[in-house]
């Protein structure tokens, strides 16, 4: 733990006391960039071209261009992996549109992306652990822009929610939107798990990120014939339900065990949440 990290920072390895980005990175100045976060299980990332394919789209709609080829990006990121010598942990990567003179619209010469990829090492015990336990969340009203789709870096209602989150003794908010729908977490879906042994989700039309995890686990409920409804649900709803729980990449599933201080079933983690945690990864892809 105390081997120095190493990040790549557009095109070179660097020790991170080292790495630095222009003070004119418009990530920086406009929150103008895209990220991805991957699990490492094993030294290996998972579910990567998913993650990829992710970025590829949120590049799109912020008409970022893709600084480098896909394969060369994954190259990268094994890199950092191997580098840092990751073994349990997750792998961050960061793109922007680059730096520029600041001025609200795109740069009119074209600049290049800037490319950040870090690794960090988590406790796999800790997580675990967490787990066991489960975690308590609270509910907030939905303020973030109707673009949550876009995987943006610009995460400033997040942030204070997460924070409202802390103070409160919890470990994640439920934003809720003006319908009085739970859209999703700071940084998590939502999930809950009704009487009759049915899991329920929002769909990923409208109102959320489409969490890799999230569509992984919509594959590993038709595998294990757990029934799924795609719709949303109020928080009223979840604190009568049998369970809850959250999922994203760092975390997988992680069971929910109070809601706005109420305990969920018997305010322990429910049975479906922790089968589906076991189950995850044998659904899942690693590169
Ligand atoms: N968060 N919704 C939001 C708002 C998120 O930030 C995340 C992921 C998810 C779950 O997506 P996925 O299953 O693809 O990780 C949903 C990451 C882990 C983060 O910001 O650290």
């Not at 089968?275 to 990864?281: A, G, S, V």
Request: with cysteine.
């Amino acid at each position: 733990s105390q081997m120095s990290r190493i990040a790549y920072v557009n095109g070179q390895y660097r020790e991170m006391r080292d790495a630095s980005v222009n003070i004119e990175d418009r990530g920086y100045q406009f929150s103008d960039g895209v990220y991805e976060v991957c699990e490492i299980r094993d030294g290996r990332m998972v579910d990567l071209p998913r993650h990829l394919a992710r970025l590829q789209r949120s590049l799109h709609e912020l008409r970022i261009d893709m600084p480098m080829s896909l394969a060369a990006l994954e190259v990268v990121m094994h890199e950092v992996v191997r580098r840092n010598r990751i073994g349990y942990g997750i792998v961050y990567l960061q793109i922007t549109r680059g730096v520029a003179r600041r001025d609200h619209a795109f740069p009119t010469t074209p600049v290049r992306p800037a490319v950040v990829v870090t690794a960090r090492s988590l406790s796999f015990q800790k997580n675990q652990d967490t787990a066991a336990r489960g975690i308590g969340v609270i509910t907030v009203p939905e303020n973030r822009w109707p673009r949550v789709d876009i995987k943006s870096v610009s995460l400033l209602p997040n942030v204070l929610a997460k924070q409202q989150a802390r103070e409160a003794g919890a470990y994640e908010a439920w934003f809720v939107d003006r319908d009085g729908f739970v859209t999703e977490g700071s940084s998590s879906n939502a999930w809950i798990v009704t009487g009759e042994g049915r899991v329920v989700t929002r769909s990923a039309d409208e109102g959320i990120l489409a969490g890799i995890t999230r569509a992984v686990l919509i594959e590993v409920l038709a595998a294990l014939q757990i029934s799924l409804e795609e719709r949303p649900f109020t928080p009223e709803e979840a604190y009568g339900a049998a369970e809850a729980f959250v999922t994203a990449s760092s975390q997988i599933v992680m069971p929910v065990v109070r809601i706005d201080g109420r305990p969920i079933g018997d305010g322990t983690p429910g049975p479906i949440a922790s089968r589906l945690r076991e189950e995850f990864h044998r659904f899942a892809a690693f590169s």
